[in-house]
């Protein structure tokens, strides 16, 4: 059992409080089946980011122990907590977490898409344009050829053509 004491990353934590909002919502709603696919959901999305924080273990365990208190209890006390999990508090949705703040844009040359791009989200038609002209795969891409045309669609795609 390795557990991290490191600070969640940015991504853990975006599928921690996405977590908690949905418990939360299908508690007040009594959708309990919909919750546990839930669970298996984040667990499946920390497993691929190799995720073992404390800072996510410990209230995602809060989160369980509703519907599966034996062993919610047992990993508890593996955390290294003395008290039960039933003493403590139930996690608390934060929004800030789940607010984005950069774009992953497919960027595709004559409609088939070649590479992604990370960028900011508020970055203008212009800007999108620029980064992504300046981009090593771009002029990779277009090998010395001029685009006939760059349409950009901030928050969606962007489409060289040419």
């Not at 934590?13 to 709603?29: F, G, Q, R, S, Y």
């Not at 190799?50 to 508890?76: F, G, M, Q, R």
């Not at 970055?123 to 620029?130: P, R, T």
Request: charged residues 20%.
């Amino acid at each position: 059992f390795n557990v991290s004491q490191t600070p969640a990353s940015k991504d853990a934590l975006k599928v921690l409080h996405k977590t908690i909002k949905k418990v939360e919502d299908d508690i007040e709603n009594f959708s309990f089946n919909t919750s546990v696919s839930t669970f298996m959901i984040a667990v499946n999305e920390l497993t691929a980011q190799k995720c073992n924080s404390k800072d996510i273990l410990e209230p995602l365990t809060v989160l369980i122990s509703p519907y599966a208190p034996h062993i919610a209890e047992e990993l508890w006390h593996k955390l290294g907590h003395q008290e039960s999990i039933s003493e403590a508090l139930f996690p608390v949705f934060d929004a800030s977490h789940l607010v984005e703040s950069s774009k992953e844009y497919p960027i595709s040359f004559n409609g088939k898409m070649r590479f992604k791009m990370e960028l900011p989200l508020d970055m203008s038609k212009q800007e999108i344009q620029a980064a992504v002209m300046a981009n090593p795969k771009t002029i990779q891409q277009l090998a010395g050829r001029v685009p006939k045309k760059v349409i950009v669609v901030p928050g969606k795609i962007i489409n060289i053509v040419g």
